[in-house]
């Protein structure tokens, strides 16, 4: 089967750094994809890592780690507006289908 | 960026009726979109993958002939809740990729919030 796992929800202060984290076990994986999601609105993309280390950009960055079925999602300077739910998605073999895990949903306090 | 547009973003409607949800690639052609269904506080649950001009692969445990899924364009997937009931109430996102490598993110619809009275 199929399974991702994170928290399900975090509390911050803002201009903190938040570490989210997420682990996976899936019947194989190409590809490992966060996602931001306010709430009723669509998801939009942040990150995809396909191999093991760290990917910046701005002030988001996102680790992994295949061999442990690991990875993070870093939110640096967090702002009120961060205050939604992050989803991690695995792309797995032999297509494009993606499954999500639930999500945590993450609360920046002033 | 990419762009995927998706009408129309609430419906309500009475039990028994029929509802199409459209999913619009705008500016790229998408082989492949994605419907997914998510209830309040959970995460996104793939119903179904649309690939254009065969049928749909069903995810276990969707009906077929409940959600009909159409891709008839390179840029245009349907999804028609057939005969909806309450227990149908919920929202409906899809999604498309660029078929330009398996690197590349889905591009998310708005969503249709769906509510059967």
């Known amino acids: 089967g199929q399974n991702i796992d994170q928290p399900t929800e975090m509390t911050a202060t803002e201009g903190a750094i938040v570490q989210i984290n997420c682990t996976y076990q899936t019947s194989g994986f190409n590809g490992l994809f966060w996602y931001q999601q306010h709430a009723g609105e669509a998801p939009t993309f942040l990150s995809y890592?396909?191999?093991?280390g760290l990917e910046e950009k701005g002030r988001f960055s996102s680790f992994l780690s295949r061999s442990k079925g690991y990875s993070y999602l870093l939110l640096k300077e967090l702002q009120m507006k961060d205050s939604a739910s992050y989803l991690c998605a695995v792309r797995l073999l032999g297509g494009f289908k993606t499954i999500f895990g639930a999500g945590t949903r993450l609360f920046v306090k002033a | 960026g990419a762009v995927v547009s998706q009408h129309p973003s609430w419906v309500i409607c009475k039990s028994g009726t029929s509802v199409k949800i459209e999913c619009r690639s705008l500016?790229?052609?998408?082989?492949?979109m994605f419907w997914y269904r998510q209830f309040p506080k959970q995460s996104l649950m793939l119903m179904a993958t649309?690939?254009?001009?065969?049928?749909?692969?069903?995810e276990q445990g969707v009906e077929k002939d409940k959600f009909l899924i159409n891709h008839a364009s390179l840029t245009l997937s349907t999804l028609t809740v057939t005969s909806a009931h309450p227990e149908d109430s919920s929202f409906y996102i899809c999604?498309?990729?660029?078929?330009?490598?398996?690197?590349?993110?889905?591009?998310f619809g708005d969503g249709t919030r769906l509510s059967i009275l």
């Open positions: 999604s498309a990729l660029q078929p330009t490598g398996s690197n590349q993110p889905q591009h």
């Open positions: 500016d790229f052609q998408a082989t492949t």
């Open positions: 649309s690939n254009e001009g065969s049928k749909a692969t069903y």
């Open positions: 890592n396909v191999l093991d």
